[in-house]
DNA sequence: GATGAATGAGTGTTCATTCAT
DNA sequence: AATGAATGAACACTCATTCAT
């Protein structure tokens, strides 16, 4: 049997070009919803944006509207990983870790501030047919998941004092994500000042009452 | 003339079944949003949930869409602030009206949770047409600019320490809806007791790092 | 058997109050047709002109939408007519009835433009249910044979010269109606000083070629 | 690259089959006018008419209802100066091509009356969102100027005598719509003769009185 | 593999008319 | 006699998806 000329790539068998279109594809639609909004989002303005002549070639490349805003949600993620997860790693006491998450978060949502708009957007806005967001389940559980195991071993290492890591965790992710929205609508703020002082908070915050 | 026998009320001159109406239609839009999310509901979803025969219904007491959901916006802020107001005004020291902030919040929430989810969804969710979030502004920023105003008072009072008001309110505010979002999708979490915990967090973020 | 209190006009047994109504609605529509045109003028926003709180009402003094707008044309060809046919009369030859025809109806356009403009929209984009547009016969035909008669008589007292009647009297029609359309379009037209100038068209178009 | 296998016609970059639409539905536009009239005329008689599956197909080739009723109104303009074009450049003298441009008119009409009508219809009952009849403007004007235009150099010429230009042109072309008016409505009325009769008509006029 | 064309359900909104009171 | 409320069909238009080529 003969290797096919079309080399294949890692993902579900597609080819190179193939992948390009998608990732293509996958940029006008987070542009598109950090314009537009989530609700105002349609095929024809993703196709508009990405150049394409009709919405048919996303269906082409994408089995649906789920599966492409799918991809779009773990676009950013993985990006946001790639960026958030070295520095964390790099950080050497799990207070330092927790006040590199905070504020390398931050500083993503500052370079990328369309990415992490459209995630918001699209994960708050996606329900599966059941009316479950369930996009929102694996993405904010996992993101949150990694703060509490954070928490967990620092307490476990007797860094921090007085934490219940879940409710840490979640005020948290929350305060991060409501910074970069308040920064949306004031454009005034500086993301990366922001940073530290947010750190500071919790670093404040999981330190005994005394 | 005589006195009209419909009797009108202090809503800008609608009659009794004109504001029972409106209200009714509100009340389904509030669970259609909550169930289906904002992207998802259509005047058919709430005029069906509503019991009402056509969707011409919805138009004929809502001018549009906009006056709809500005209307649903108003309503849920109105009830939180009913609830929420009083406990805050009968607490005595500032670092109290924080955490009757916190608590009174996610007590709402557990209350009523659908109003405050769909709430979340229309302000993110809609955007004017030059594509600014219009109702989140004005929201958003009178939610936080009631903590910054707060935290101000108490930092003069002495009763706060290093605390930069701006950035502590958008983290509390974040903090308090993402639990609510952690809520609904884990539903096994109790909203009350969180309350206090994540009062406890910023109360220990406000004073100082002895 | 008593006589009724209330009075009763000669207009189908309608009382006062009822006919002072209907004048009303007649005129809220003529207003609404000259502005909006006739393919936007709808019984909302025509109650709305008229100051009635309901479309109802409209449908309660008129039996439908053909009814009202019968009413609204034979309302401007009465106003018309009054306004035109005295000063015919009073003419002494037909050729001074020509151009008392002509001038008048230039007058007349120039008191009441939104009767006019009016009374065409409606004329041309009323159709009944087997799409021919019986108003327009009724009305057009009866101005037309008026003009006919007039054209007849002169031609048989010699006043007129190789005039093929019916072809002269739809040209001066014609030539008055589109006068007031130029009118409408490029308002610096003085109608008073056209009609002299249209009255001396068709007095040179009648007489012998020579 | 290679050039793709869809060819495109010289009309703002549309492929063949795509302005075969176009002119599909703009031909069961003018019929639909002429028959329904313009108020009556909606996107699902059209379609109906085209045989089309839903109105969504026009508005797939149609960016919005202005678009293909100015796309109606250029197609009926442009017939109609392909028709009387020549004619009236092929006459000699001024007072030829002002009998030219008035039978050449009506010619037009007795071939194409659906266009004649529905060009009338949807002029008159068009306006902008400032209830401007915007497209009377630029065609009736245009109409009336290319009119003005011939008087003027035939009177200058020496051709024509006590002519007002711009009165005489209105008139004419009132007189030449109206008398299509007329001929609809009446249908026994023979077009073509009614041509040279008119022409008649206002080459009497465009005489010194003698 | 790629695409232009087509589909049909769905959107919010307006319409003239009816009806109970 | 008069009206506010309600109706349901129609409006122009957009949607994600399918399909023949």
Same mark, same amino acid.
Request: with cysteine; hydrophobic share 40%.
């Given at each position: ?75 950013? #993620?993985?990006? +946001? $990983?790639?960026?958030? =997860?070295? @520095? ?7 207070? &330092?870790?927790?006040? %590199? ?15 992490? #708009?459209?995630? +918001? $957007?699209?994960?708050? =806005?996606? @329900? ?7 996009? &929102?389940?694996?993405? %904010? ?70």
């Amino acid at each position: 049997m003969l290797v096919s000329a079309k080399r294949v790539s890692e993902h579900g068998g597609r080819t190179f070009t193939e992948e390009a279109r998608r990732a293509q594809i996958v940029r006008a639609a987070i542009d598109t919803v950090a314009e537009h909004g989530y609700p105002n989002t349609s095929f024809s303005k993703i196709a508009q944006r990405a150049g394409l002549s009709s919405t048919g070639m996303i269906s082409y490349y994408f089995a649906g509207k789920a599966e492409l805003f799918d991809e779009v949600v773990a676009t950013v #993620l993985r990006a +946001a $990983e790639e960026f958030v =997860g070295p @520095r964390i790693q790099h950080a050497q006491t799990y207070r &330092a870790k927790l006040r %590199a998450y905070i504020e390398s978060n931050l500083d993503f949502m500052a370079k990328y501030p369309g990415h992490t #708009l459209a995630l +918001a $957007e699209i994960i708050i =806005g996606t @329900r599966d047919r059941d009316n479950v967001p369930v996009g &929102a389940i694996n993405q %904010a559980t996992a993101s949150i998941d990694a703060l509490v195991d954070c928490l967990d071993k620092g307490l476990a290492a007797g860094e921090f004092a007085d934490v219940e890591p879940r409710v840490m965790a979640v005020a948290i992710r929350g305060a991060i994500d409501n910074t970069l929205r308040h920064h949306m609508l004031t454009p005034g703020v500086d993301l990366e000042s922001y940073g530290s002082k947010l750190a500071d908070i919790f670093d404040r915050a999981t330190r005994s009452a005394s």
